[in-house]
């Protein structure tokens, strides 16, 4: 790494580099022509972005998420990605149970994604607790399930963001019961109150 004068310029000739860092893995290279579909995508999701009433909250949860991402420590990136769910899911102040509730209900396998969110919360855990070091293989594949977590509730909010007025919908969404005929019947009850409060006044007998 660099330091750079705000306009630009190299500040210091010193060069300052990660002591852990390791690439083996090459660097992608795109064939002249083949990024035109990635580049539409790109802008797709940009404009959904854009036009999303939780931009904000989108930011956040992205920017952590790249953050968690950018390190080369395998134990920082897994703290960063946790950190970004729950940022993401708005349980930064619950306990890990509504974290991983509020994940798994958007995936369709929902007790298959509670018990890797669980798993993930527990290594996440032992490595903060227990000074537990994840090794390679490990870490990659603990990191990859905090990856799916994180960038699920990421692309749900980009995609249907614009059925919620702002995050704490979301959230009410998320803690929403998974019974279908709790659902009906809270709607029932929902537009019985509507109908209810719209009737005339009852005028108070003397």
Same mark, same amino acid.
């Given at each position: 790494? @660099? ?5 630009? *310029?190299?500040? @210091? ?13 090459? @660097? ?6 083949? @990024? ?18 939780? *931009? ?8 952590? #998420?790249?953050?968690? =991402? ?16 729950? *940022? =993401? ?6 306990? #890990?149970?509504?974290?991983? %509730?509020?994940? !798994?209900?958007?995936? =369709? ?18 490595? +903060? ?11 990659? !594949?603990?990191? +990859? ?5 994180? %960038?699920?509730? =990421? ?25 279908? !005929? ?10 019985? *109150? ?13």
């Amino acid at each position: 790494r @660099t330091v750079h004068n705000v306009d630009g *310029s190299i500040a @210091t000739k010193t060069f300052w580099y990660e002591h852990r860092w390791l690439h083996e893995t090459p @660097t992608v290279r795109f064939k002249d022509g083949k @990024t035109k579909k990635f580049n539409q995508n790109l802008k797709g999701w940009w404009r959904k972005l854009q036009d999303n009433p939780l *931009s904000n909250h989108i930011r956040s949860g992205l920017l952590r #998420y790249c953050r968690a =991402l950018d390190q080369h420590d395998a134990e920082a990136a897994l703290l960063g990605m946790w950190g970004a769910l729950e *940022s =993401l899911t708005g349980t930064q102040r619950d306990k #890990y149970e509504v974290t991983v %509730s509020r994940t !798994a209900l958007l995936f =369709l396998d929902k007790e298959t994604a509670r018990q890797i969110a669980h798993h993930v919360r527990l290594r996440r855990n032992s490595s +903060i607790h227990a000074a537990r070091t994840l090794n390679q293989e490990e870490a990659d !594949a603990i990191l +990859i399930h905090a990856e799916t977590l994180v %960038s699920r509730v =990421l692309f749900f909010c980009l995609s249907e963001g614009k059925r919620f007025v702002d995050e704490n919908e979301l959230f009410n969404f998320l803690d929403l019961t998974l019974s279908e !005929a709790k659902l009906r019947r809270t709607i029932a009850l929902s537009k019985f *109150s509507v109908e209810y409060h719209s009737r005339k006044p009852i005028p108070a007998s003397e």
